[in-house]
């Protein structure tokens, strides 16, 4: 299972950290991603890690304001979200690949957590 935490309410320009953490199994072989949905749209690919750390993907949106990282001994993907904006509100899911690599469609996931909310204010 996946854990999503660190979701709440920040004002505009804020940060917030999310963590993920898996339980049950390892995905330390896993490419890790994460997607939100924001209210009336739908779940839209944020960022992705690969297995080891070495790839990285951003959707547009978010580049340059988010990170993603990932602790493999400790089961546990992190995305720092700097910069944060009233369009970033959504709730916030981790995902486990299907593959080692940085995945970024829905399709590439097979493992999904329960969501964290996030709500920036203006």
């Known amino acids: 299972q996946l854990q999503a935490s660190g979701g709440g309410l920040v004002q505009a320009g804020g940060s917030l950290r999310l963590s993920c953490a898996a339980s049950g199994r390892t995905f330390s072989n896993n490419g890790m991603g994460w997607f939100r949905r924001a209210p009336g749209k739908e779940r839209e690919f944020v960022a992705a890690i690969s297995w080891n750390g070495y790839s990285e993907n951003y959707s547009d949106s978010v580049k340059g304001r988010f990170t993603i990282s990932r602790d493999r001994a400790k089961n546990t993907v992190y995305l720092q979200m700097n910069s944060l904006n009233v369009e970033d509100t959504a709730i916030y899911y981790c995902?486990?690949?299907?593959?080692?690599?940085?995945?970024?469609?829905?399709?590439?996931?097979?493992?999904w957590g329960q969501g964290t909310q996030v709500t920036v204010s203006s």
């Open positions: 995902a486990a690949a299907l593959s080692s690599a940085a995945a970024t469609t829905t399709r590439g996931y097979r493992y």
